[in-house]
């Protein structure tokens, strides 16, 4: 790290120096101190540790849920936020119970395989049924009923690794809509190839969704590995028959909270930036990834602006209640902050891993974008590129862009991170440290910027961002 | 591969012109048509793909062993095999059962385990008791039994990554040798992180081993995340508690087989050539890598060798059963060949995946060891560079060079192979297959020296190969 954040401090003075800051060369100068400073050190990494060795999974409305929550009130105080409190969020539950997928015929196997979140769970005895495989949701719509009635459908798109994480929007149409899509043919259940990268043996898990009053059947993702292995048995043309045990089921829901906490700015009347992630996890594995990791950066960004004195704006950090199933939490924070909504200057959210941050864009009012451009210096040492203005934000922070909120958005390298995302494997070891701090060095001084300086980013036409 | 083809196939006739083969010069001429051939087209693809999605885990013992024999020897007729015959083996018969391993103290989370291969089970309610962490078996070795007595001992060795493998032989010491050792001092299980490099949270079976009249107790692997996991809470200093279930039991022994099949040579007095592979496979993965690739290598090799003319020798493809838990067929065939021993010219194995070759080593009568440096134009077009003259051969083999029977050995290039072994990751889709055409056209070179060369390679010392 020391011979790192030293190339990186000399490398950021050079660019200081060779660019005219205009009126913000002293924020900027502040920013890449800041930057620098959470280089050299940062508690970050400790951080992660601790929520995924001692909480580890936390999906809302569990027993782990609860702990994190605990264990983030403990957490932040010790970071030194100023306030620590908990806002009340209702979350759906649900139990993922056991479930289990053979190849019947043609030649009998074993799947690995997960009930997609909130599916519901088939009857005891399972489901046994012939395979149809349809290429796509598309492809599924120009079917009759009489093709699919009876079938398990199996969907076998498969999602494309990029930087950007740009496939895993087009891999999980099918997982969102494959059952009600299917039901509505009268499928008996929905089997998809998992909407991730990984080539181990585990499934990926996430939510489907069902309408109401309309039919509802379960879904599965199986592996890569398994969907390979079915595809190959579909593919000799014989008749596959899968049987499906499931023993997901939907509970009343119960209470969870938004965790939130602030390092108080000097100036009340200038407003606050809220820094976002998601306390929950799904089950599976201990959310190091998703989103310990978003957990973990925005908290450090907080604390080492604030190492560098007390900003003018108030930073809030708001870690959300229940992104993963219904983003709970966003719709609860809304709710209880609408009155307050005109003190939000800007918000940026951490939710795509611990890889390194190579890009920052934006959603300001136009006439803000070309000043965003002028902070590139203080970025630019981390390998971090100018992106465009037209940020989605991220899950949890988009219902503030649909209400006027502007963004400031870095996005992280993904390239490897639907390797491990909502499966088994999303564990402490999948972070880098390095890429770590170099993602809360971007984060540290993105927040530094956004607390300190005096103009705010205008506010943003509410119907582009509701597309 | 055409493409790939056309190059190796320049390179290799400007080799062959550009060195003096001496006597050898059109054997050498042919083994290079041969290795071209295969790379240009060959069927080894198509046999383990049809292996691991017909078959798949084929446990010693199991249904699918029995399957895979059958499997084997409709395989192998197809393939133009003139002699494809079943040899008796018993094997003991284990079966997994389930096995649940949870942190209960302090930190309560559930850990992706497996019980080691042929480990007992532990009582219906489980075994609970508080973790001493042992650095190694040379550690423990150094405890007394008031250290270790009561407690469940968890080994936490870490396996090297390397591209010939060899930290895997170090890696497995604490597995094979762990509960033995564990017991003797009154310990109620071991756990070990397991032997492999996988960052999946899928835990690394593979044998252990009990001795008779001595304590036994269960043994597990936990995944190397869930190892770094407990690791954690170990290293808080507070009491870590373990919960540990496991239903595996043994059961009576049964018959399986070796299925040895031959395209016969010319001279019945030239004896043969054995090309060994294992038909067994763990019950975790589909056996894909371990040891798929083997059995359609080796068989592929020896019909490419034919498609070229009938060899001098006999090439006799033995594809073992279970190397995994016992190496039970290497020692049946031992048994079944002892007097026609002196008939093995030479045995080469296929057992470390599907990699790149990248080494030619051999274990041969020293006099002849020289004669076979002769060779390497053959096999450097294909990227082989020449090893040494200790070859240790193969699990199978191993008790036949401790007879004399020589070795001539080609390496596969291990670096990822044990992110996969003896896992439920070890499947088809792990096998690059332009990488299983380049093993398959050195093993086929290798076969067509072999089988045609006239003078043999001697015997080796049955001592220097018992070490």
């Given amino acids: ?87 009340d969020v209702s979350v759906p539950r649900w139990e993922r119970g056991t479930a289990v997928a053979r190849i019947v015929a043609p030649f009998p196997q074993t799947l690995a395989t997960v009930a997609l979140g909130g599916s519901i769970g088939t009857p005891a005895n399972g489901i046994e049924a012939p395979v149809i495989q349809v290429e796509s949701l598309a492809e599924l719509k120009t079917l009759n009923r009489a093709q699919v009635e009876g079938h398990i459908v199996y969907l076998p798109g498969r999602m494309q690794r990029s930087r950007d994480g740009s496939g895993y929007g087009i891999a999980v149409a099918k997982r969102y809509g ?47 590995p398994d969907a390979d292995l079915l595809e190959y048995q579909l593919a000799t043309g014989r008749s596959v028959r ?140 981390l390998g971090i590129e100018l992106g465009n203005n037209e940020s989605r934000g991220g899950a949890d922070i988009a219902i503030l862009g649909r209400n006027g909120v502007p963004f400031v958005s870095l996005s992280h390298d993904a390239s490897n991170y639907f390797d491990y995302h909502h499966t088994a494997s999303d564990t402490l070891d999948k972070i880098n440290p390095g890429d770590l701090s170099q993602a809360v060095a971007a984060y540290s001084a993105l927040a530094y910027i956004l607390a300190n300086r005096k103009d705010d980013l205008g506010r943003v036409p509410t119907a582009a961002n509701t597309r």
């Fill in 242 to 381: 899968l049987n499906l045990t499931s023993t997901a089921r939907s509970l009343p829901s119960v209470r969870s909270a938004n965790v939130v906490a602030e390092m108080t700015g000097k100036d009340p009347a200038a407003g606050l930036i809220l820094l976002a992630a998601h306390l929950d996890s799904w089950d599976l594995g201990t959310g190091a990834i998703d989103d310990g990791a978003g957990v973990a950066i925005v908290t450090e960004a907080a604390r080492q602006v604030r190492l560098a004195g007390v900003p003018l704006r108030t930073i809030r950090v708001v870690l959300y209640a229940n992104e993963e199933r219904a983003v709970s939490g966003a719709n609860a924070y809304l709710q209880a902050h609408i009155e307050e909504l005109p003190r939000h200057v800007v918000a940026t959210e951490a939710d795509l891993g611990a890889g390194k941050v190579w890009r920052l864009s934006a959603r300001v009012n136009e006439q803000h974008w070309p000043r965003i451009k002028d902070w590139m210096p203080v970025f630019q040492p």
């Fill in 178 to 224: 494959g059952p009600v899509a299917a039901a509505s043919l009268g499928a008996v259940a929905v089997v998809i190839r998992s909407a991730g990268t990984s080539n181990a043996r585990l499934a990926h898990t996430g939510a489907t969704t069902y309408i109401p009053g309309k039919p509802r059947i379960p879904g599965f993702a199986i592996s890569n």
């Fill in 1 to 87: 790290m020391e011979t790192t954040s030293s190339v990186v401090i000399a490398v950021a003075l050079l660019a200081v120096s060779a660019t005219g800051f205009g009126d913000d060369a002293q924020l900027l100068r502040g920013a890449a101190e800041v930057r620098d400073q959470a280089l050299a050190e940062n508690r970050a990494y400790e951080t992660v540790a601790g929520l995924t060795s001692e909480v580890g999974p936390r999906l809302a409305g569990s027993d782990g849920d609860r702990a994190a929550v605990a264990w983030a009130i403990t957490r932040l105080k010790a970071l030194g936020f100023d306030r620590v409190t908990t806002e």
